[in-house]
């Protein structure tokens, strides 16, 4: 994506780039003075709000741009304020630009916070978050900020209120609620101050801060640390390996109107738009960035997986499967190619939309139950219709089942990999590597979801569960938004949504092999109709059902569907049993390790602290000797 640089000419652009920060930025301090039990009132203003700026981001994203080539001053235009002058140095840092990359990743910020808004009208009645609405707002204005920026401390600024927004959406209510949140807030934090760090050498290695402007070759130690050091927040933000572990525990803990904004949607959309940016804009990648980035995009596939594979926690499960699908970014970006990077994106944007509708069909099923453990569900599918239906096709959808959405993005990945090969260096020559991994995540992934849907919809009906109903016509109908948006991004993938969408970012390339998403899920569609009628014609729907009989007693009645049970299998293999047992001693959370070395390591420093006041001078002229050679 070293295309040349957009810029706005036109006024009217810059103040839709101006309005849609600033109008929900305020929107969002003005909600914080009005009181929560002014809640439905709030909600339906904030609703209001975000529908203002998705019109903005529709009429942006359709907005003509001047193409003007990199290295040339954004204009003036752009960088006046709600046409007040600021002073040159402020104005040095108030600049925006935006590209096709910007405003795709804007439109679909819009789209899923409607959603979600609406959403929560209903949802946040029973699950009580404290200026719920005002955070949204202010996370849509920075999510806006981050993306339209071009200067990079702009970027840190809008991008570090992210981490207070995310800590603040949740409740906190509980011991568990509140680690999680700390736990959260401490590794992006954390990983925001790496950020600074590698903006800080950027800045030494190129004397600029405008993206548009950056693009350093991975040739030499210090723009590989500078890479590496923006890539860890990339990775924290975005929740890929080994940075991932705040994702699955927030996931458990928050709301899903919360859940479903931050770690399902707009976290991946901005985190791999960051990492875009920094594969196809400010850095050249070499042959060992693509190693380290195709190993980690398998290890983060395959890790989530096996641990999604395990949870019982139907929320839980879903945040594992929300780092498992960063991966399969990851892996487009790695391999670097336009059909590779092309496929990242789509895939990016198929994530958010059926991970967001499997948080909020979860928390549906939450909502009317009271019970978000799979073990203690069953027989929701006559009960909550709607809501098994769209769950059904989400689970689909990010399983890679033709014809939906999850299958065209990982086909374009597997197809980007295969291309891959072709090429020389060692990445290139394991191409069959990480074909392999990718292909073996997604059926791991079919089999948790088969966990999933099983142990939720299917099964018999729970006695307690007798008097369950559909969720009310505000929650279901975004879920049936987002699951007509997998059916139609699926089926329409290479005739449409991805000429249309993706290759005025990425550029144009031509599918290999004869796949058409079309064509495809036209045999899909045959498939089924023959299906039934064959089902049909033979009279099969008349066939007879008999109890179960067995030691003579009948057990039909008290039988059920232990979804659960068949995965315990996988924890008693003695090849991966290390693994989970690993998991459960915090070995592969690095926030765990983290906290264990620094109480160590305070440990080793309070003996210094002896009372005994040479010791004490003895520290103070050490210190200073080492700050000496530091400045010589």
């Keep these: 994506m070293n295309e040349?640089?957009?810029?706005?000419?036109?006024?009217?652009?810059?103040?839709?780039?101006?309005?849609?920060?600033?109008i929900p930025l305020a929107a969002g301090v003005l909600l914080l003075i009005i009181p929560d039990r002014y809640l439905t009132v709030k909600g339906i203003f904030a609703l209001a709000v975000s529908?203002?700026?998705?019109?903005?981001?529709?009429?942006?994203?359709?907005?003509?741009?001047?193409?003007?080539?990199?290295?040339?001053?954004?204009?003036?235009?752009?960088?006046?304020?709600?046409?007040?002058?600021?002073?040159?140095?402020?104005?040095r840092y108030l600049s925006f630009t935006i590209d096709g990359l910007s405003k795709l990743i804007i439109l679909f910020i819009s789209i899923i916070s409607v959603l979600i808004l609406l959403y929560s009208l209903v949802y946040n009645r029973s699950v009580k978050v404290r200026n719920y609405y005002p955070w949204f707002l202010i996370t849509l204005a920075c999510s806006y900020g981050a993306v339209l920026s071009d200067n990079l401390l702009l970027f840190i600024v809008f991008w570090g209120i992210l981490c207070i927004t995310l800590y603040k959406l949740i409740p906190g209510m509980d011991e568990k609620s509140s680690a999680a949140a700390k736990k959260t807030m401490i590794l992006v934090g954390a990983s925001d101050t790496i950020m600074l760090i590698g903006i800080a050498l950027v800045w030494r290695l190129t004397g600029t801060l405008s993206i548009n402007n950056i693009s350093l070759d991975t040739t030499n130690i210090l723009t590989v640390t500078a890479f590496l050091l923006l890539l860890i927040g990339t990775f924290t933000k975005a929740g890929a390996f080994p940075f991932h572990t705040w994702v699955p525990d927030y996931s458990e803990t928050a709301p899903v109107s919360s859940t479903a904004l931050l770690p399902a949607s707009l976290d991946k959309l901005l985190g791999i738009?960051?990492?875009?940016?920094?594969?196809?804009?400010?850095?050249?990648?070499?042959?060992?960035?693509?190693?380290?980035?195709?190993?980690?995009?398998?290890v983060t596939i395959i890790t989530a997986v096996m641990?999604?594979?395990?949870?019982?926690?139907?929320?839980?499960?879903?945040?594992?499967?929300a780092v498992s699908q960063v991966g399969y970014m990851i892996l487009g970006f790695g391999i670097g190619s336009v059909i590779g990077i092309a496929a990242g994106l789509f895939h990016m944007v198929n994530n958010a939309v059926y991970k967001s509708g499997l948080f909020l069909s979860a928390g549906a099923v939450e909502r009317q139950t009271g019970k978000s453990d799979i073990s203690e569900l069953g027989g929701l599918s006559k009960a909550m219709p709607i809501t098994f239906a769209a769950s059904l096709i989400f689970a689909m959808s990010i399983s890679g089942v033709p014809p939906l959405n999850g299958f065209a993005s990982k086909w374009m990945i597997y197809q980007g990999i295969i291309d891959f090969g072709s090429e020389a260096g060692i990445a290139s020559r394991l191409w069959v590597v990480w074909l392999a991994l990718a292909v073996l995540g997604s059926a791991l992934t079919l089999a948790s979801f088969i966990?999933?849907?099983?142990?939720?919809?299917?099964?018999?009906?729970?006695?307690?569960f007798e008097n369950v109903r559909e969720v009310p016509v505000l929650m279901w109908l975004p879920m049936t938004l987002l699951a007509l948006i997998c059916i139609l991004f699926g089926v329409f993938a290479t005739d449409i949504i991805v000429p249309k969408l993706f290759m005025p970012v990425t550029g144009e390339f031509e599918f290999t092999g004869l796949w058409n998403?079309?064509?495809?899920?036209l045999l899909v569609l045959i498939s089924i109709v023959l299906g039934m009628l064959v089902y049909l014609a033979t009279g099969l729907k008349k066939s007879r059902t008999e109890d179960s009989f067995i030691g003579g007693e009948k057990i039909q009645d008290i039988a059920g569907y232990p979804a659960t049970e068949f995965y315990k299998t996988l924890g008693e293999f003695k090849s991966i049993a290390w693994m989970y047992k690993k998991a459960e001693e915090k070995l592969f959370d690095i926030y765990e390790l983290a906290k264990q070395f620094v109480l160590w390591l305070s440990h080793k420093l309070s003996v210094v602290h002896s009372g005994v006041l040479p010791a004490y001078i003895i520290w103070v002229f050490a210190g200073l000797i080492i700050m000496l050679l530091i400045m010589i």
């Design 517 to 521: 998403s079309s064509f495809v899920s």
């Design 4 to 22: 040349p640089l957009v810029v706005f000419a036109q006024p009217s652009a810059c103040l839709l780039l101006q309005l849609l920060i600033m």
């Design 451 to 464: 966990k999933f849907i099983g142990g939720i919809f299917l099964s018999r009906r729970r006695p307690e």
């Design 51 to 91: 529908l203002v700026t998705a019109y903005f981001s529709v009429s942006l994203y359709s907005t003509a741009s001047q193409m003007t080539l990199a290295g040339q001053t954004i204009g003036k235009t752009c960088m006046v304020l709600f046409n007040n002058d600021m002073t040159q140095d402020a104005s």
């Design 307 to 321: 641990m999604a594979l395990m949870q019982h926690d139907s929320k839980r499960l879903l945040g594992y499967h």
């Design 273 to 298: 738009y960051f990492l875009a940016r920094l594969t196809g804009d400010l850095f050249i990648m070499s042959g060992g960035i693509k190693l380290l980035l195709l190993s980690v995009g398998v």
